[in-house]
């Protein structure tokens, strides 16, 4: 019977498994020579070759990769024809500029001493650069000259008078100045010093007691009719005078709570008039410019004229509480204004300084400034020049806005003035304008209503 060869095959394994006295692990090498590719028909006496004895752990290869030899890279040569590109990356390194530094405004605040325990007011952090970049501007700047420097309160007392009559003049123009601009104030204490009439024949005519005690009060307030509330006023001062004859002796009195009996007399007018007549700085007058600007600036937030001058009082150098009410009311007449604040001509805008400067008018106004300064050898400075650039603005000129601006035509060289031109003068100027270049338009006529 002729066997098949998978069946010697098979006989074959069978035989090497008994044969063989330890069962030994099988491999895939030492099972490979079973392959069906390998067989051949040989002799089963015939002596088996050796069998190949490693382990199937040492043939799987390692992990680890093998370290690539470098291929040395042919250079690349370029055509005449042919552009090559090649792209690289660039690692950007990005440079920051310091910031500047913000500056940080606090307003007046109170604090809490940790060794006494008391608690202290501090004033705001920049109040003293604010101060004196705007008594820098009353002084030289563009808030000079303001109407209080020459028609304020204090000034208009004459000085060819008594001290007793002086100080009743500056009561008498406090009392005017309320609800009134000090250049208003000035004419209706014009008039009183000149037009009030003498209580008797022979006693010099003007303001002083007497003549305020016999006047009419119809006549009193025909001459400071120009003031606000002048019907008021007059009765105040009036009523004042009799005040003063019958207990002070003729005099105003010397304290902020006589000053402030009188009708009519409130805290800013009596620490004003304290301070002018008598000398003495008790206290702040604060007016409504001061009371607007310096909530402004954030120093405070107060709602009226007295919270304001408790607060500034709280804080502020008392050398100072004087001379605030003439720096603050110059600086609000001519530059930070109650309407249409000049917020491009203020430095403390242009500085940066003001919290409530408008941007728009800082941008629009702002200069730019070259100072040159020549200095001796002490350091003291001899000359001092300023170069304003500003930006031209060119503006169309309305028709009849100016009389004294003349209008040119195109292909006429100058239109001559109206006044003078004889018959012949005037035709030729008629003759240009109509050989003129150009075409006339026609207005359309106006369709009827029906």
Request: a neutral charge; glycine letters at 6%.
């Given at each position: 019977?002729?066997?098949?060869?998978?069946?010697?095959?098979?006989?074959k394994?069978?035989?090497?498994?008994?044969?063989?006295?330890?069962?030994?692990?099988s491999?895939?090498?030492?099972?490979?020579?079973?392959?069906?590719?390998?067989?051949?028909?040989?002799?089963?006496?015939?002596?088996e070759?050796?069998?190949?004895?490693?382990?199937?752990?040492?043939?799987?290869?390692?992990?680890r990769?093998?370290?690539?030899?470098?291929t040395?890279?042919?250079?690349?040569?370029?055509?005449?024809?042919?552009t090559?590109?090649?792209?690289?990356?660039?690692?950007?390194?990005?440079?920051?500029?310091?910031s500047?530094?913000?500056?940080?405004?606090?307003?007046?605040?109170?604090?809490?001493?940790?060794?006494?325990?008391?608690?202290?007011?501090?004033?705001?952090?920049?109040?003293?650069?604010?101060?004196?970049?705007?008594?820098?501007?009353?002084?030289?700047g563009?808030?000079?000259?303001?109407?209080?420097?020459?028609?304020?309160?204090?000034?208009?007392?004459?000085?060819?008078?008594?001290?007793?009559?002086?100080?009743?003049?500056?009561?008498?123009?406090?009392?005017?100045?309320?609800?009134?601009?000090?250049?208003?104030?000035?004419?209706?204490?014009?008039?009183?010093?000149?037009?009030?009439?003498?209580?008797?024949?022979?006693?010099?005519?003007?303001?002083?007691?007497?003549?305020?005690?016999?006047?009419?009060?119809?006549l009193?307030?025909?001459?400071?009719?120009?003031?606000?509330?002048?019907?008021?006023?007059?009765?105040?001062?009036?009523a004042?005078?009799?005040?003063?004859?019958?207990?002070?002796?003729?005099?105003?009195?010397?304290s902020?709570?006589?000053?402030?009996?009188?009708?009519g007399v409130?805290?800013?007018?009596?620490?004003?008039?304290?301070?002018?007549?008598?000398?003495?700085?008790?206290?702040?007058?604060?007016?409504?410019?001061?009371?607007?600007?310096?909530?402004?600036?954030?120093?405070?937030?107060?709602?009226?004229?007295?919270?304001?001058?408790?607060?500034?009082?709280?804080w502020?150098?008392?050398?100072?509480?004087?001379?605030?009410?003439?720096l603050?009311?110059?600086?609000g007449?001519?530059?930070c204004?109650?309407?249409?604040?000049?917020?491009?001509?203020?430095?403390?805008?242009?500085?940066?300084?003001?919290?409530?400067?408008?941007?728009?008018?800082?941008?629009?106004?702002?200069?730019?400034?070259?100072?040159?300064?020549?200095?001796?050898?002490?350091?003291?400075?001899?000359?001092?020049?300023?170069?304003?650039?500003?930006?031209?603005r060119?503006?169309?000129?309305?028709?009849?806005?100016?009389?004294?601006?003349?209008?040119?035509?195109?292909?006429?060289?100058?239109?001559?003035?109206?006044?003078?031109?004889?018959?012949?003068?005037?035709?030729?100027?008629?003759?240009?304008?109509?050989?003129?270049?150009?075409?006339?338009?026609?207005?359309?006529?106006?369709?009827?209503?029906?």
């Amino acid at each position: 019977m002729r066997t098949s060869r998978i069946s010697k095959e098979t006989s074959k394994i069978i035989n090497a498994t008994a044969l063989s006295p330890t069962s030994r692990r099988s491999t895939r090498s030492s099972l490979s020579r079973f392959a069906h590719g390998n067989a051949s028909p040989k002799n089963e006496h015939s002596p088996e070759p050796l069998q190949d004895t490693t382990d199937i752990e040492d043939a799987v290869p390692s992990s680890r990769k093998r370290k690539r030899d470098p291929t040395p890279r042919t250079p690349i040569k370029k055509s005449p024809h042919k552009t090559v590109t090649v792209k690289t990356e660039v690692e950007d390194s990005v440079t920051f500029s310091p910031s500047k530094e913000r500056k940080v405004r606090k307003p007046a605040r109170h604090i809490k001493n940790e060794e006494t325990g008391e608690v202290e007011i501090h004033p705001p952090n920049d109040w003293a650069e604010v101060y004196a970049v705007v008594k820098e501007m009353r002084t030289s700047g563009v808030a000079q000259n303001a109407a209080v420097d020459t028609m304020g309160c204090e000034r208009l007392a004459e000085e060819n008078v008594s001290p007793k009559v002086k100080r009743y003049h500056t009561l008498t123009a406090l009392m005017l100045s309320s609800q009134t601009k000090d250049t208003t104030n000035a004419v209706a204490m014009g008039r009183l010093q000149k037009e009030l009439p003498a209580y008797q024949e022979g006693a010099p005519i003007g303001l002083n007691l007497e003549n305020i005690l016999a006047v009419d009060p119809k006549l009193l307030n025909e001459l400071i009719w120009v003031v606000g509330f002048h019907n008021n006023k007059t009765k105040y001062i009036k009523a004042t005078a009799e005040i003063l004859k019958d207990q002070w002796n003729g005099d105003i009195p010397d304290s902020i709570e006589g000053l402030m009996s009188l009708p009519g007399v409130g805290p800013k007018m009596a620490y004003l008039c304290l301070s002018t007549a008598w000398g003495r700085t008790e206290g702040i007058g604060v007016d409504v410019h001061v009371h607007r600007i310096t909530n402004l600036w954030g120093w405070h937030k107060t709602k009226g004229p007295e919270e304001t001058r408790i607060a500034l009082q709280a804080w502020l150098p008392k050398e100072l509480w004087h001379e605030i009410n003439w720096l603050l009311v110059g600086f609000g007449q001519t530059v930070c204004l109650p309407v249409g604040r000049k917020c491009g001509d203020c430095d403390l805008g242009l500085k940066g300084l003001c919290k409530s400067a408008e941007r728009s008018k800082v941008t629009i106004g702002r200069k730019t400034k070259e100072e040159k300064i020549k200095r001796d050898e002490e350091g003291n400075v001899l000359e001092k020049s300023e170069v304003v650039k500003v930006e031209d603005r060119i503006n169309d000129i309305p028709v009849n806005a100016d009389p004294e601006a003349k209008a040119f035509v195109e292909g006429v060289s100058e239109f001559p003035d109206e006044e003078g031109l004889t018959k012949e003068e005037e035709k030729m100027v008629l003759d240009d304008i109509a050989n003129a270049p150009g075409q006339l338009e026609k207005s359309s006529k106006r369709q009827s209503r029906r």
